[in-house]
């Protein structure tokens, strides 16, 4: 299993980036897949999510209206679209993903990318 983040990087405060995650080694459709971030000293928190089925996403409230996931279970790619970025959106972005609905039976992260927002 393989969950292969990319487009991190250094930007504006204004600005947008977007982040894209490659994953391979299980169904790609059957899987939930999201982003969280990290930065130093606190604890990881939940950026975006899309479930298996590509229903409504559920967002993070600090990137509510800025940010967008997507996903194309052809190219087993996970996508964050992020606008408008501030410099509390530096963190460590990971790739998450996970099966299952009240029980999540596999859970795989990826390495992080990070995303430094500078003014």
């Known amino acids: 299993v393989q969950l292969v983040e990319s487009g991190g990087g250094l930007v504006h405060t204004g600005e947008s980036l977007r982040l894209s995650c490659e994953a391979s080694?299980?169904?790609?459709?059957?899987?939930?897949m999201g982003w969280y971030r990290q930065v130093p000293g606190k604890e990881r928190e939940l950026v975006a999510l899309m479930p298996s089925g590509g229903g409504r996403a559920k967002y993070g409230d600090s990137v509510k209206g800025r940010f967008t996931i997507s996903r194309d279970n052809v190219q087993s790619t996970v996508y964050l679209q992020m606008n408008s970025l501030n410099l509390g959106d530096t963190a460590v972005y990971y790739c998450y993903a996970r099966r299952g609905m009240v029980y999540f039976d596999k859970e795989y992260w990826g390495q992080g990318t990070q995303v430094t927002v500078s003014s």
């Open positions: 080694g299980f169904t790609f459709s059957s899987f939930d």
